[in-house]
């Protein structure tokens, strides 16, 4: 950390970007150059009540603005964001390090959310029963909760944060973001889209930082919600500390998601979608099929052609538009040593390494956080990797005898995000879908990630909270529900009608 640089990030507080003075600040980097484009201030709590109160004082204006009047600012900077998507994309991938094409992926399951909450006028729809007694009727519908806030990871710049906000503003919560530090820039360009689309002032704000501001966050009684996304340890004690101060909160964490490779699989498409799995986005996805299980003789069928195709993929610079890589760099010279190790260890610990990404170097980009893709084969439950989650370019391989072997292995493991299996049999596909222990079920699908409309609904370590982000979870999570029942008295005397 330094005192300051010069391309500071500024905060959006009450429609006016303002430029902390006086603040430590924390650098973003370019991973593909290992460049330092930019800084953040890292925030505390007198930014924290400023960006609070302005979405306090939003909050009932924005409140009592008819619901397809607020989607009408949604259909807006959806246009704007189609208009600027291209060069949205390649600021995610300069930021980020990940390839254009997952770039887009990125911003496009983004706007998908967006997207899903221009509907806001059919999602906040109640309920109703007339004559629930003899003259009584009954109706609920829901009400915004207020200030809400989202803390995100950096592994999608547009997607996690887009989970959060199109919802929260959409039922008339006014928002408090807290991007990544690691990745500031993509939603300091979205959020200028929205003003340009006409949010009132105040009820879009970013600050940035790192705990200090989370805990001012978490401690600030004018916020009603929290929506965090990152790793493990850190969102159960959001979850904890959060609730404990009377929050709403929604938590998701970090993944290890096994894939069971069955010896029926079709092979080229098994072998195309588990490279995908566990190598896009560098392997820093919470989606990341990380651990492959070869049940029976599906390791000798798979495993050759699946190290081919590693060792062919092509790793580089994704900043330059005219030529992509396969695989960009990872988010940090510091993970990529951690992920390196974890290699070091697993090899020592009796795996065999099939692809070898360690010494990975980019003649063009000699500064990148490079490592390339590793292929371990002939893992154990003991191995040191298995201990934690990677979120990196490696794909642990383990051997099993059968189905039964391979559920039991994936439902040791302390998370439960997503799980795959490929396989031709619908009676092994039924069996896996019911008892494996994760929330996210692909079926010859590497990435089951779901699409806006449908809740993102991890399991065990993976979740802390009772309502998932985004669909009809999300709409509930944001809102909160009045019931009421209404019985009118008739005028006595002079009745205007007679019955
Ligand atoms: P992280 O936990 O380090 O950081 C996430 C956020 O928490 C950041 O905004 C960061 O500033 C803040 N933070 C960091 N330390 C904190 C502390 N001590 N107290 C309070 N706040 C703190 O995660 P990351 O490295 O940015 O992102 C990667 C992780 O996110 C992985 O574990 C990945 O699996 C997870 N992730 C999960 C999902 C999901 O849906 N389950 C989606 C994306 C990413």
């Not at 959020?191 to 989370?214: D, F, Q, S, T, Y």
């Not at 050759?304 to 994704?318: E, F, H, I, R």
């Not at 040791?412 to 619908?426: L, P």
């Not at 979740?463 to 029942?485: A, M, N, P, S, W």
Request: with cysteine.
């Amino acid at each position: 950390m330094t005192t300051a640089t010069p391309e500071l990030c500024p905060l959006y507080i009450g429609g006016k970007w303002v430029n902390p003075t006086g603040l430590l600040t924390s650098s973003v980097f370019n991973p593909s150059r290992g460049s330092i484009i930019a800084s953040v201030p890292m925030c505390g709590p007198a930014e924290v009540n400023e960006a609070v109160a302005s979405a306090n004082a939003a909050f009932p204006a924005w409140r009592d603005t008819p619901p397809n009047e607020r989607a009408q600012v949604l259909f807006r900077v959806k246009i704007l964001l189609e208009d600027a998507f291209e060069e949205l994309c390649l600021g995610i991938a300069i930021e980020h390090g990940k390839t254009l094409s997952e770039a887009r992926g990125d911003l496009r399951r983004g706007i998908e959310v967006v997207e899903y909450a221009c509907g806001i006028p059919t999602l906040l729809m109640g309920e109703s029963l007339e004559n629930i007694a003899r003259g009584i009727d009954c109706h609920t519908d829901r009400h915004p909760l207020g200030v809400v806030a989202g803390i995100c990871p950096f592994n999608f710049p547009a997607l996690v944060p887009m989970w959060m906000w199109p919802i929260a503003i959409a039922c008339g919560n006014t928002f408090l973001l807290k991007p990544s530090e690691k990745v500031p820039l993509t939603m300091q360009r979205v959020v200028a889209l929205l003003e340009k689309a006409g949010l009132p002032p105040g009820v879009m704000n970013i600050i940035h930082g790192g705990r200090e501001c989370v805990d001012a966050i978490l401690e600030h009684p004018d916020v009603k919600a929290i929506s965090f996304v990152g790793s493990t340890p850190i969102a159960r004690e959001i979850h904890r500390k959060g609730t404990s101060f009377g929050k709403r909160v929604q938590a998701a964490g970090g993944a290890k998601n096994f894939v069971i490779l069955m010896p029926d699989a079709d092979i080229d498409r098994t072998v195309e979608a588990v490279k995908d799995a566990a190598f896009g986005c560098a392997g820093e996805r919470c989606m990341a099929g990380s651990t492959a299980v070869a049940v029976g003789d599906a390791g000798k069928k798979l495993l050759p052609a699946l190290a081919d195709l590693v060792k062919s993929m092509k790793v580089g610079p994704t900043d330059v538009r005219a030529s992509q890589p396969d695989m960009g760099a990872v988010i940090s010279a510091e993970h990529r040593a951690k992920v390196s190790q974890l290699i070091d260890a697993s090899e020592h610990s009796g795996a065999t390494v099939l692809a070898d990404g360690r010494s990975t170097h980019c003649e063009d980009a000699p500064e990148g956080f490079f490592l390339g893709p590793t292929l371990l084969d002939h893992v154990e439950e003991s191995n040191s990797v298995m201990e934690t989650e990677v979120f990196g370019p490696v794909l642990a391989v383990m051997r099993a005898n059968t189905l039964d072997e391979a559920i039991a292995s994936a439902n040791r493991q302390a998370f439960g995000n997503g799980a795959a299996i490929f396989t031709k049999s619908g009676k092994a596909a039924r069996e896996f879908r019911r008892r494996v222990s994760a929330g996210m079920i692909g079926i010859n699908v590497g990435v089951p990630a779901p699409l806006a409309y449908f809740p993102f609904s991890g399991w065990n370590d993976s979740f802390f909270g009772d309502l998932h982000i985004q669909g009809k979870e999300g709409v509930e999570f944001y809102t909160q529900r009045k019931t009421t029942t209404t019985r009118w008295f008739g005028f006595g005397d002079g009745e205007i009608w007679a019955k």
